[in-house]
Each structure stands twice: as C-alpha cells, then as structure tokens.
C-alpha cells in the first residue's frame, strides 16, 4: 500500500511538516489533540539542538545529547508520524509533497495543509568551492569533521618535520564573529590552552594560534556595544587575534587570504571554519517560484503576517528560511514561536474557527554567548549581563530549551566535569585514516628515507599539502 492510498483512507484533515527542527516540531507539538493527522518528514532522523554544535566539535558534548531521536521526541502524540526521507518537490496545485527515502523509494504524501521549515546552510558569498576548506556547522555531521580537522591537526602538528609545518598546523581562522564564530574560537583557545599542554611531547599547544575575523566593524553584530566590547576583551585575554573590517577573499588547503584595513595578506592556516553566512533551504525558491513569490539574496521567501504563502491559505513556511514584514533574526526562538503559532492556527481552523488570525508577532526573550568557560554575555529584556552571571544565565537557558531529562542532566554533568576537571573533554574521537601503502614504499628496507607521505582521510585535511621547502611561511 502506498503512503497516499494510506493517507487517503484516512479521511481527516491531513497536515504534512517538511523538517525537524525547531519549527517543526513545535508545530507538531501544537497540534497535539487536534483532530488531524500530522507527517513530519524529515532527511535526518533526529531533532537537533543546533546552538550547542560546537561543544560536539570541541569535544564537550556527545551527539547523543544534543540530537535526541525525532520519533522518540514525538511518540506521545498519536496523531503525529514520522518520516526518514528528503523532500525534492512540492506541487501546489496538486497539494503532494514528493520525497525520496533512502533507500531511493518515492514516496509520494499529499495534504490539505502544508508547512515548510526545512532552515538554512552555509552561505559562502559566491565562492561554493571555499565549504571544501573551511567546513561549517549546522549537522551532526559538520560537527564530527570539524572535530577531526581540529584534533587532527594537533596529531599532524606532533609529527611535522619542521617548525613552520607544526605552525601551519597550529593556526586556526574562524570566519564570522557572530555567536557561532565567538563560542567557536573561544573553545579552541581553552582546548589549546587547557586541556591540550600536557597530552603532547613534540608540540606546545599553547602556542596554538587562533584567528577571529569578520568584515563587520564589531563582534556579535546584533548586541549592544557595552557587550561587544567585553566580549572582545575577553576574546584578546585568552590570546585570541581578532580582526574586524576584514574579509575573506581566497582560501585553499594550506591557506586564507583575507582583505582588511591594511590590506591583503596571506595567512598560512591548514585548518578553517565557516561561521559567516547562511542561505535558506532551496525549498524556499522552489515555493517562490510555484507560489508567484519572492526571496532575498540568502534565499528567504516572503510571507504574508500569518506565515503563509501570498494567497495560499494552505501552506505555511517558517523559520531561517522565511523573510518576515519586520525582518526577524535567523534563531531558534523565532521558528519556534513561529511553530506553535502556525500549529495552533491550524488547529482552531480544524475545529472550524475560520476568522482572521491576528499577525504572528516574536517574543524576544534576549541574546547571549559564551566566550569560554565560565565567561559569556546575555542581553535578556534589556538587562546586560557578563562573565559567570551571564554564563549561569546561558547554562540555564540552553540546558531547558534541550529536549528530555536525561540529556539534560547528562549535559549539565559534562559542563560541571569541565569547569572542575581542567576543562575537561570527554568526546574526542575523531576519524583519520593513512594510506600506509603511500607512506611506506614496499621496495625499500625498513627505516629508509622515501618522498612519500602518509595522506589523511579528506575530513581531515583535503588534499596532500605541498612539501615544507615548496611552503611560503606564514604572513603576519
């Protein structure tokens, strides 16, 4: 039996969510009770926690706790089912989603009421071939690579030959000095400072250098002055170069280019991470373009007061993917509010409620980011808060908006186990592969010489880097 001849013998209101997210979900969940029947099609299986990805990359947090499984976060709700596969069309005419499930089946889902908030990806500002380099975050799986490339370096460090090699290795850039970019290089200095020193005998981790730039005149762009300038304070104490007014112009293996007040330079750097931009979901052009619609150069789509389409009645979209009228952040608060508003719409209209609904308007409950253990910033209804009133702030904030107990408490244990511990990291797995046939040529006895070199899995270190002597030092 297929998934429309199901949906079709049910005979009730049929509501299909495309994404997992915050949106979604709380879209799901407001519909609890109603007298629907909810798909929530997804192309992972699990709701993730996005604003803690960065504890996975440096090690303080497993997946586990931040990516609870999607069915397991919505089993109480018997009219909900959920959905592993990947949405590839939506036909507005015809009211059907068309997925793909992964092992390639079609799977064809038709609504009355339909709601897109399938977020955001990186945006690279025209240069695609720069996400080989200078990975971002926004999976599970961005996280882990990140983790490798980083802990990577210091393994490729401990055996490089030369000292201009081991600094090439030791030298991290974070673009975009966001939440994101701020949080990021913040863990980096720790991990090199703390928790790293003792654990090596080749390199010193401490002279590890980290690089903070961002074309805008400031960091954390969206908070007020007062707590731009701590933060940027607190980001130099811990060692960290930060470079505002400068842009990236070029980046390779082995290097970025970047453009700032004094000019270009070239910084030899082996690891980079992207924190700078998102585009939204190609589903919003895709809505657009069925829809007589518009987005804006991220890709956002335009939509009416109520989160829907222009005309559309029938179909919602929501989150980082969406252009509101008051041009609202790309953050989790603001799909998840958009979510429960858009569920319990759709609910009074189940119930036969068909008066005008009154425009979605966003609660904002504030902005914070940690800069490090025990150091953040909050902004929460105008109060300004830093260092470890700010960061209990933050700690207390982001371990409720976590779904379930247990991974709450598991996330609290493996904070407190690092403010006690050194920093402690316990999640440091990473995945390097050598290629001992390239590094060790057969021919030759045991302990001779040979050119050849051991080549790291690509989510370590695309490509093989150049030789040391065929290297330019590092510019400063």
Known sequence: MSTAEHDERQGRHKVVIVGGGFGGVQAAKALKGADVDVTIVDRTNHHLFQPLLYQVATGILSPGLIAPALRRVLKKQSNVRTLLAEVGDIDLEAKVVHAAAPDGQRIVLPYDTLVVAAGATHAYFGHPEWAEHAPGMKSIEDARLLRSRILGAYELAEVATTEEEKQAWMTFVVVGAGPTGVELAGQLAELAQYVLPREYRSIDTRSARIILLDAAPAVLPPFAKKL????????????????????????????????????????????????????????????????????????????DPDCSLPDRRDVFAIGDMVSTIDR????????????????????ARAKGDDTTPAPFKYFDKGSMATIGAREAVADVRGIKLTGWLGYFIWCYVHVMFLIGWGNRFGTLYNWLRSLRYARFRGH????????????????KPLGEKTDERAELDPRVSPGTPPAPEERPAATT
């Open 228 to 303: 731009q300038n701590y933060t940027r304070k607190t980001l130099e104490k811990k060692g960290i170069e930060v470079r505002l007014n400068t842009m990236a112009t070029g980046m390779d293996a082995d290097s970025i280019t970047v453009k700032g007040p004094n000019g270009e330079e070239r910084i030899t750097a082996r690891t980079k991470v992207w924190a700078a931009g998102v585009q939204a979901s190609p589903l919003g052009e895709l809505l657009a373009k069925a829809s007589g619609g518009e987005v804006d150069r991220a890709g956002r789509l335009t939509v």
């Open 328 to 347: 609202l952040p790309g953050v989790a608060q603001v799909a998840m509010q958009q979510g429960t508003y858009v569920g319990k719409l759709i609910k």
């Open 428 to 443: 440091r797995l990473i995945s390097v592969t050598a290629s001992y046939d390239k590094a060790v040529d057969p021919e």
